[in-house]
């Protein structure tokens, strides 16, 4: 009986959050693939053309069947949609690249190496690769000690 009420209540729950129909509901609580169940309850959570079970299951497949969303890299998790057409090797465990792409993912994700002085100054852009470029944002310690 508790694992009965348990199941309606967890129906009843997905059936007002999603805005859904019982049949679909109970399709979704049924479906066999955990991520694939949070993937698609948030399909119908946030996407307003999607409606039903069936549409967002169709969206799924989809999604997994386009090209640009196939592993370009498995070290490093770039996708074919994400590759940088500046270096040799295309996806993010290139380092060394300053492509477009890599900048952009950089400047996403926050992952700039602070001994890295090719991008210079992030306050006034002094020193980005110009060994003579030098940054006068903050005051040296030689300076106060005089």
Same mark, same amino acid.
């Given at each position: 009986? &508790?694992?009965? +009420?348990?199941?309606?209540?967890?129906?009843?729950?997905?059936?007002?959050?999603?805005?859904?129909? +019982?049949?679909?509901?109970?399709?979704?609580?049924? +479906?066999p693939d955990a991520d694939e169940r949070e993937t698609l309850e948030r399909?119908?959570?946030?996407?307003?053309?999607?409606?039903?079970?069936?549409?967002?299951?169709?969206?799924?497949?989809?999604?997994?069947?386009? &090209?640009?969303?196939?592993?370009?890299?498995?070290?490093?998790?770039?996708?074919?949609?994400?590759? @940088?057409?500046? @270096?040799?090797?295309?996806?993010?465990?290139?380092?060394?690249?300053?492509?477009?792409? +890599?900048?952009?993912?950089?400047?996403?994700?926050?992952?700039?190496?602070?001994?890295?002085?090719?991008?210079?100054?992030?306050? @006034?852009?002094?020193?980005?690769?110009? &060994?003579?470029?030098?940054?006068?944002?903050?005051? $040296?310690?030689? $300076?106060?000690?005089?």
């Open positions: 009986m &508790p694992k009965n +009420h348990a199941r309606k209540k967890a129906l009843a729950d997905l059936k007002d959050e999603l805005a859904i129909k +019982h049949a679909c509901a109970i399709a979704l609580l049924d +479906h399909y119908l959570a946030e996407y307003v053309d999607i409606n039903t079970y069936r549409e967002a299951v169709d969206y799924l497949a989809q999604q997994k069947n386009d &090209p640009r969303n196939q592993l370009l890299c498995d070290r490093c998790g770039w996708t074919n949609g994400m590759v @940088c057409p500046e @270096c040799a090797k295309g996806c993010g465990c290139e380092n060394e690249c300053t492509g477009w792409r +890599h900048e952009e993912m950089r400047a996403a994700t926050g992952d700039y190496d602070e001994d890295d002085n090719r991008y210079g100054c992030q306050e @006034c852009g002094a020193g980005g690769g110009d &060994p003579y470029g030098e940054c006068c944002c903050y005051e $040296d310690d030689e $300076d106060q000690a005089a």
